[in-house]
C-alpha cells in the first residue's frame, strides 16, 4: 500500500498588514509585510522578511522569495521571479544570511516573466518583459533582455 503524502496548506499566516490591502486567493503569504493600498493577485507567494511598500500592486504567479524590499507605487507582472540563493556552490545553501539582498526602490515597473536575481534596482527602472537583472541598476531608464541592459534613459 503507498504511503500518504504529507499534505500542507497553502494561506496568508503571520502577516503585517496596512489599510487598503487586497489579497486574492489562492495565495500563499507567510511573516512578510504589507504596507497600505498593496494589491496582491492569486497564485502569489511572497516568503518571510520579505516588505511590499505602500500601493504597490503584485500580479498574478509572481514569486518573491525571502529578505526582498520592494518600494512604494511599484507594478510587478505576472510571473515575475525573485532569486536570491546562487547556488554559488553548485547546490542550495542552507545559511540565509549569506543570501544576497534584493531592494527594488520606488515607482519600478518589472514585466511579466522577468527574472530578478540578488540586485538592487534604482528608482523608477522600467524593467521589460522576461528580462533576467544580473547586475545592480543605479540609473533610471528602461531595461530589457538576457542579461538586462539600458536600451534608454528616462
Excluded at 2 to 11: D, K, L, N
Excluded at 21 to 28: D, G, H, L, S, W
Excluded at 108 to 135: E, P
Aim: glycine share 12%; charged share 20%; net charge neutral.
Amino acid at each position: 500500500m503507498p504511503e500518504e503524502p504529507t499534505r500542507r496548506s497553502v494561506g496568508v499566516k503571520n502577516v503585517t498588514v496596512g489599510r487598503n490591502v487586497v489579497i486574492y486567493e489562492p495565495a500563499n503569504l507567510y511573516d512578510c509585510e504589507l504596507c497600505d493600498g498593496v494589491f496582491i493577485g492569486p497564485f502569489v507567494e511572497i516568503q518571510s522578511r520579505t516588505c511590499i511598500g505602500r500601493n504597490t500592486r503584485v500580479q498574478s504567479h509572481a514569486f518573491i522569495c525571502e529578505s526582498v524590499v520592494i518600494g512604494e507605487n511599484c507594478f510587478i507582472g505576472h510571473g515575475v521571479m525573485f532569486a536570491n540563493d546562487m547556488f554559488r556552490e553548485g547546490k542550495p545553501n542552507p545559511d540565509r544570511e549569506s543570501w544576497g539582498k534584493i531592494v527594488i526602490g520606488d515607482n519600478v515597473s518589472i514585466g511579466s516573466g522577468a527574472t530578478i536575481l540578488a540586485v538592487s534596482i534604482c528608482d523608477g527602472a522600467v524593467i521589460g518583459v522576461g528580462s533576467v537583472v544580473t547586475k545592480s541598476l543605479t540609473e533610471k531608464g528602461v531595461y530589457a533582455g538576457n542579461p538586462a541592459r539600458l536600451l534608454r534613459r528616462l
